[in-house]
């Protein structure tokens, strides 16, 4: 194959990769997408935020998603100790999207990437990126703005047939998820502040779902402070089942990925009878220490998006949010670049998209430390502190006139601290 020159090379067709790619062709940059797998592929992540549907409307990607039909989430269920805390995104307190989607991601990546591929991208799948060199005018820790010109980055690709060919870029966008591969070669990651977690999961075929909204509603079972399983209904009839805990939690678990995840099921309390019977879609996939972290999220003649920039944690269903959010992020910004004009990386990247992670942060290492679910489960509830983390749980974590976003570190830790010193009261 010959070598390939264009603007913008994006490396993976996730959210991450397929918002970037539309906002780039939309603005006519010249783009090409290489992807490893062949879609539809399976990937874990199949509950959304309002947030992220403002991004596909925004890169003319909402109305196929619409036709699909996927189910819509209009909020989120948590359950402890029969305990029940139902978010409606209807009730939040940034104004914005009050639904969004849950959803198989083997079909919605594939709507997306076929749609992406109808507005003219150049997408090759099978074809995997297994080298990155940078020009000299690109040396990496330059944090000046990048000079244009063809041929600042090289990227090695091989194809199916192990055939390999080049593809010089003006800039790379690094939307690989898991596959890292910036991160990887340039070694950018640093490890996580979060506790190690994992996950173990699959998909069951529900042959008897409850009628009406139990069966079709998502919900976060937590079993102790740190184990909670989800249970994410589809249209299509099949459920996404998954049990996240510390590492050796999931670790302690005997015998093949079906027998662990069959095991766990019965610390379920509300959903065991529903699933104990339901045959399992394929061998439980385990995701070990599933947390990731970078020292920098851009560099001359790149950018990490979505999960090779980093991720959390899947308790607030916040990683397809980040990923669009930051894949057209850098799409905006690059286009601006490419138009002449000039970009404070750090600032309007970095700072931009690391507030938004900071909070999250929060959230969630407020929930493993129990704060959070002293907030969710205290009851009375007070609907005004309700509707200020609703609008956290639906992806607005960048609106400053919500107290639990300005004040997120603070906050949490002092709302809990005020229940603990009511509930002492009461004891005595
Ligand atoms: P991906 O969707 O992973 O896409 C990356 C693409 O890059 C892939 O198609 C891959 O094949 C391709 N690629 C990789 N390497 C190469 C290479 N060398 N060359 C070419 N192509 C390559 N998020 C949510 O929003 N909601 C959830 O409920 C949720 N649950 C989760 C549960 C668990 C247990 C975990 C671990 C994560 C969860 N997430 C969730 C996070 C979610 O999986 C990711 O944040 C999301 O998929 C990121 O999208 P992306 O576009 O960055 O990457």
């Given at each position: 194959?010959?070598?390939?020159?264009?603007?913008?090379?994006?490396?993976?067709?996730?959210?991450?990769?397929?918002?970037?790619?539309?906002?780039?062709?939309?603005?006519?940059?010249?783009?090409?997408?290489?992807?490893?797998?062949?879609?539809?592929?399976?990937?874990?992540?199949?509950?959304?935020?309002?947030?992220?549907?403002?991004?596909?409307?925004?890169?003319?990607l909402?109305?196929?998603?619409?036709?699909?039909?996927?189910?819509?989430?209009?909020?989120a269920?948590?359950?402890?100790?029969?305990v029940?805390?139902?978010?409606?995104?209807?009730?939040?307190?940034?104004?914005?999207?009050?639904y969004?989607?849950?959803?198989?991601?083997?079909?919605f990546?594939?709507?997306?990437?076929?749609?992406?591929?109808?507005?003219?991208?150049?997408?090759?799948?099978?074809?995997e990126?297994?080298?990155?060199?940078?020009?000299?005018?690109?040396?990496?820790?330059?944090?000046?703005?990048?000079?244009?010109?063809?041929?600042?980055?090289?990227?090695?690709?091989?194809?199916?047939?192990?055939?390999?060919?080049?593809?010089?870029?003006?800039?790379?966008?690094?939307?690989?998820?898991?596959?890292?591969?910036?991160?990887?070669?340039?070694?950018?990651?640093?490890p996580?502040?979060?506790?190690?977690?994992?996950?173990?999961?699959?998909?069951?075929?529900?042959?008897?779902?409850?009628?009406?909204?139990?069966?079709?509603?998502?919900?976060?079972?937590?079993?102790?402070?740190?184990v909670?399983?989800?249970?994410?209904?589809?249209?299509?009839?099949?459920?996404?089942?998954g049990?996240?805990?510390?590492?050796?939690?999931?670790?302690s678990?005997?015998?093949a990925?079906?027998?662990?995840?069959?095991?766990?099921?019965?610390?379920?309390?509300?959903y065991?009878?529903?699933?104990?019977?339901?045959?399992?879609?394929?061998?439980?996939?385990?995701?070990?220490?599933?947390?990731?972290?970078?020292?920098?999220?851009?560099?001359?003649?790149?950018?990490?998006?979505?999960?090779?920039?980093?991720?959390?944690?899947?308790?607030?269903?916040?990683?397809v949010?980040?990923?669009?959010?930051?894949?057209?992020?850098?799409?905006?910004?690059?286009?601006?670049?490419?138009?002449?004009?000039?970009?404070?990386?750090?600032?309007?990247?970095?700072?931009?998209?690391?507030?938004?992670?900071?909070?999250?942060?929060?959230?969630?290492?407020?929930?493993?430390?129990?704060?959070?679910?002293?907030?969710?489960?205290?009851?009375?509830?007070?609907?005004?502190?309700?509707?200020?983390?609703?609008?956290?749980?639906?992806?607005?974590?960048?609106?400053?006139?919500?107290?639990?976003?300005?004040n997120?570190?603070?906050?949490?830790?002092?709302?809990?601290?005020?229940?603990d010193?009511?509930?002492?009261?009461?004891?005595?």
């Amino acid at each position: 194959m010959n070598d390939i020159t264009i603007d913008v090379l994006i490396i993976g067709a996730g959210p991450s990769g397929c918002v970037a790619a539309a906002h780039l062709k939309n603005n006519g940059i010249s783009c090409k997408v290489v992807e490893k797998n062949h879609f539809p592929r399976f990937v874990i992540g199949e509950s959304l935020l309002p947030r992220c549907m403002g991004h596909f409307e925004e890169t003319g990607l909402l109305d196929c998603l619409m036709d699909q039909k996927f189910e819509i989430k209009a909020g989120a269920r948590f359950l402890k100790n029969g305990v029940v805390c139902n978010f409606d995104f209807a009730k939040k307190h940034t104004k914005g999207w009050d639904y969004t989607w849950q959803v198989p991601r083997a079909d919605f990546d594939h709507t997306l990437v076929k749609e992406v591929i109808k507005k003219g991208v150049d997408v090759s799948f099978g074809h995997e990126v297994t080298d990155v060199k940078f020009g000299s005018s690109a040396s990496l820790g330059d944090r000046n703005l990048f000079p244009q010109g063809v041929g600042d980055s090289v990227t090695t690709v091989k194809d199916e047939n192990g055939n390999e060919y080049n593809i010089n870029a003006k800039f790379i966008i690094d939307s690989s998820g898991y596959g890292r591969v910036l991160p990887r070669l340039l070694n950018l990651d640093k490890p996580s502040t979060l506790n190690p977690n994992s996950a173990i999961y699959t998909h069951v075929k529900e042959t008897d779902r409850p009628e009406g909204v139990e069966g079709t509603l998502i919900t976060f079972d937590v079993v102790t402070d740190d184990v909670w399983l989800w249970v994410i209904p589809f249209s299509n009839g099949n459920t996404s089942i998954g049990f996240v805990g510390p590492t050796e939690f999931i670790e302690s678990f005997k015998g093949a990925n079906t027998e662990k995840l069959k095991e766990m099921l019965k610390i379920s309390d509300y959903y065991y009878d529903r699933l104990k019977d339901q045959e399992f879609l394929f061998e439980p996939h385990i995701i070990k220490n599933y947390s990731k972290a970078v020292n920098q999220l851009f560099g001359k003649g790149y950018a990490l998006t979505g999960n090779s920039a980093e991720f959390l944690d899947p308790v607030f269903s916040s990683g397809v949010t980040f990923a669009t959010e930051s894949g057209i992020k850098a799409a905006k910004l690059i286009t601006k670049e490419l138009n002449g004009e000039k970009v404070d990386w750090e600032k309007d990247y970095t700072g931009y998209i690391m507030k938004g992670v900071d909070v999250f942060r929060t959230y969630v290492s407020e929930w493993y430390t129990g704060n959070l679910q002293k907030i969710f489960f205290h009851r009375p509830e007070n609907p005004v502190i309700k509707e200020q983390i609703c609008a956290v749980l639906a992806g607005y974590v960048w609106d400053e006139t919500n107290p639990f976003v300005k004040n997120h570190k603070r906050l949490v830790k002092t709302v809990a601290k005020v229940i603990d010193m009511e509930n002492e009261k009461n004891f005595i």
